[in-house]
């Protein structure tokens, strides 16, 4: 069950923000430095997606577009059904942080180690989670704006203008320019990884301060995160069995069952922290914390899942074969087994019939 250590450096931002949090003049200077390194973050996303290999997974569609609708789909449907959970087990400013959870594109690494780690289909997670990302740039704003309305945090032209200008534009900018920098973009991954996750500190820094400044934190108590956290682990293990189970109903093979169970279950903490600060403003601190426990969740659990998946008959047969693209060995179908040499003619009957 591993605790993610980017989730620790992410608590102790939030505690750094809640006894030194930004104000007056440090409160715009973070804020500006946030706003810059959100374009820069989808900047990088945009240089880094091969177009190339993104038009090659395409056709595996039927994969694909299950995955997505799981994403934006039934995500979102089971998000809205949470409402009836107000005010028993969440408030109203948690609920929209939840709701926003389900809105948010899936993850690409760890639906791609996961898939790795339990003898999925690994290319199929990789496209899977860069199409979910491709698609949340413009999926997950607009559906926010339609399913939280003002409560998200007053949706306007305003509020579009910022999501076109911090978000598209630097991606769209990133695809352009790819041909020229991927390369170094490729060569420099690691270092780049590394300004990825300080940019967004950075953001959740610059978020919590204003929570803090702003009071917002009064509105949570222990009992309410302690609901957040069963209703979330209800929803993940929801869209763990109807990933797989419905995977299987559409007559998927194991290895795209398991890329399917990875890919659409989850949702992506690098993509949605950046898209709530511009969406939620003042309130973004709150309407990331369900994101944050989901992150962390998902990872533990799913980590178990993968490990079991591993030692599936199936997988451990194929990896003996030495097939890991074959489920199974002809013998195992039922089927008997063909000699790739010909039959030798049976003796006394060549001759005459021959000739």
């Keep these: 069950m591993p605790i993610d250590p980017y989730i620790l450096l992410l608590l102790g931002t939030v505690g750094l923000a809640a006894l030194l949090p930004a104000r007056g003049t440090g409160a715009d200077v973070a804020s500006g430095a946030s ?3 959100i374009a820069f973050l989808f900047f990088l996303y945009g240089a880094r997606l091969s177009t190339r290999e993104a038009m090659d997974g395409l056709r595996h569609w039927r994969l694909h577009v299950t995955v997505l609708a799981c994403t934006f789909v039934v995500f979102p449907l089971l998000g809205l059904a949470s409402r009836g959970l107000v005010p028993v087990f969440l408030t109203d400013p948690l609920y929209q942080g939840l709701l926003f959870l389900t809105l948010v594109p899936s993850t690409i690494q760890s639906s791609i180690a996961f898939t790795s780690i339990a003898r999925g289909n690994v290319p199929a997670a990789i496209c899977a989670g860069s199409f979910s990302s491709l698609v949340g ?3 997950t704003p607009l559906l926010a704006a339609v399913l939280l309305g003002s409560g998200g945090g007053g949706f306007s032209a305003d509020s579009v203008v910022k999501i076109v200008l ?3 534009v630097p991606f769209v900018a990133g695809q352009v320019l790819r041909r020229w920098i991927g390369g170094f973009v490729a060569r420099h991954k690691k270092v780049l990884g590394l300004v990825d996750r300080g940019s967004i500190l950075l953001v959740v820094y610059t978020a919590f301060s204003e929570g803090m400044v702003q009071g917002v934190w009064h509105q949570v108590s222990p009992v309410r995160l302690a609901g957040l956290l069963a209703v979330e682990a209800v929803l993940l293990a929801v869209m763990l069995l109807l990933t797989w189970y419905g995977a299987k ?6 290895e795209d069952r398991i890329a399917i169970q990875f890919a659409g279950s989850k949702k992506s903490l690098a993509a949605g922290l950046p ?18 426990l989901f992150h962390q969740m998902q990872l533990m659990v799913c980590a178990v899942i993968a490990k079991r998946r591993s030692h599936d008959p199936e997988a451990v047969t194929a990896e003996q074969s030495g097939e890991p693209g074959k489920p199974e060995r002809p013998e195992q179908s039922g089927e008997p087994e063909r000699s790739e040499k010909p039959a030798a003619p049976a003796r006394g009957r060549v001759g005459t019939g021959n000739r």
């Excluded at 109903?249 to 194991?254: C, I, M, P, V």
């Design 35 to 37: 706003t810059a390194a």
């Design 137 to 139: 740039i413009v999926g």
């Design 166 to 168: 911090q978000l598209l």
């Design 249 to 254: 109903a559409l007559r998927f093979g194991r």
């Design 275 to 292: 898209m709530a600060s511009v969406l939620f403003g003042a309130q973004a601190s709150l309407a990331v914390l369900p994101l944050m």
